[in-house]
């Protein structure tokens, strides 16, 4: 998993520092084609597959890939559009072996761990650190706001009230900033990973 995973990630660095962010069939021969789908296809894989492992291992409050993963696959894939899959499919996939929640909860998390992916579709023109950061941190803060407000709708812990709303809030705070510095973590570490395993070779190469 770990070769392959960085082979992955290495053809879409390749990807992402090309200039051109729409894919455009009619510039390729079929067979590179072909090529770039495959390279997307496995990094979607080796995302996903992320995913899961990390929500189903030990790991800290909000500590979690899945929001990051999304943004950076919208960023450097050759088909944004493949985006959406890895952060939604690792939620699904990894809910099988978690304790179930009521499905109008799921659904709400479902849609705002989405959010980044379709954020980076919509940034993915703009390059650079700030960028990234810019677009990571308002989707933190949206799924802070979408998930809990759907656990004080559709949950049995708070009154339907606006009280109750607050309530809920309040009771979250404490798990905003862990989100937020859990995305932007795993922000570094995949755009950083991505980085290095598209340098390194050639950086060692120059030291030879």
């Known amino acids: 998993m770990g070769r392959f995973g960085a ?59 899945v929001a990051a993963s999304g943004l950076f696959a919208a960023r ?22 978690l ?21 980076g579709m919509l940034t993915r023109r703009w390059r650079g650190v700030l960028p990234v950061v810019a677009t990571m941190v308002p989707c933190s803060v949206l799924f802070f706001l979408l998930s809990n407000g759907a656990v004080w709708a559709f949950g049995n812990l708070y009154p339907r009230t606006l009280e109750g709303l607050t309530q809920c809030y309040i009771a979250a705070l404490p798990f905003l900033e862990k989100t937020v510095l859990g995305d ?7 755009f950083g990973g991505a980085w290095l395993v598209q340098h390194v070779p050639a950086l060692s190469r120059r030291a030879l």
Not at 76 to 97: H, W
Not at 99 to 119: M, N, S, T
Not at 184 to 190: E, G, N, R, V
């Open 7 to 65: 082979i992955a990630i290495r053809a879409a660095i390749v990807l992402w520092t090309c200039e051109r962010s729409v894919w455009d069939p009619t510039a390729m021969q079929p067979t590179k084609t072909r090529a770039d789908l495959w390279m997307d296809l496995g990094l979607v894989a080796f995302l996903i597959a992320l995913n899961v492992v990390a929500r189903l291992l030990p790991h800290a409050p909000g500590f979690l890939p």
């Open 76 to 97: 450097v894939l050759r088909i944004p559009a493949l985006a959406l899959l890895v952060p939604v499919l690792g939620m699904i996939l990894s809910d099988v072996a």
């Open 99 to 119: 304790p179930g929640e009521d499905w109008r909860i799921q659904a709400v998390g479902f849609a705002a761990i989405a959010i980044p992916a379709l954020a």
């Open 184 to 190: 932007l973590f795993w922000t570094a570490a995949l």
